[in-house]
Nanobody, 130 residues
Framework: QVQLVESGGGLVQAGGSLRLSCAAS????????MGWFRQAPGKERDFVAA??????????YYADSVKGRFTISRDNAKNTVYLQMNSLKPEDTAVYYC?????????????????????WGQGTQVTVSS
C-alpha cells in the first residue's frame, strides 16, 4: 500500500498560481505512475494530470482544460509529485486529489482514469476567486 499526503492548496485570485505537493510513502517501489484528479462541488472527480514513475519515466499527461497552464513534475529521490498551477481560473476551484498507480499501463489513456489508481490522498482545497 502507498500512503499519500497532499499540501499546498489555498485561496488565490484568478490569474494567480499555486503549487501542490504530494509525498508518497510505504510501498513506493510498486508505483508506476502518480496523478492528480479534482472534484468540484456537485460534480464527478475528473482527471487533471499524471506522470509515469517508470517505463518511460517522466512522460506526462494532461487534461485538455489545463494544458499550457498546469505542469506536473516529480522528485524521485523524495517520492514526491508536484502540480504547478498557473493562470488559474474560477472553474479550477475544486478539491484536488493525489493518486498513485501500481498498474503497468501501455494503453492510451490508461493513466487518465481513476480506476487505474489504487491509492489516494485526503485531498486539498483549491479556491480561485474572480
Amino acid at each position: 500500500q502507498v500512503q499519500l499526503v497532499e499540501s499546498g492548496g489555498g485561496l488565490v485570485q484568478a490569474g494567480g498560481s499555486l503549487r501542490l505537493s504530494c509525498a508518497a510513502s510505504g510501498r513506493t517501489f510498486s508505483m508506476y505512475a502518480m496523478g492528480w484528479f479534482r472534484q468540484a462541488p456537485g460534480k464527478e472527480r475528473d482527471f487533471v494530470a499524471a506522470i509515469r514513475w517508470r517505463w518511460s519515466a517522466g512522460t506526462t499527461y494532461y487534461a485538455d482544460s489545463v494544458k499550457g497552464r498546469f505542469t506536473i513534475s516529480r522528485d524521485n529521490a523524495k517520492n514526491t509529485v508536484y502540480l504547478q498551477m498557473n493562470s488559474l481560473k474560477p472553474e479550477d476551484t475544486a478539491v484536488y486529489y493525489c493518486a498513485a498507480s501500481t498498474l503497468s499501463c501501455s494503453g492510451y489513456g490508461c493513466y487518465e482514469t481513476e480506476e487505474s489508481f489504487a491509492s489516494w490522498g485526503q485531498g486539498t482545497q483549491v479556491t480561485v476567486s474572480s
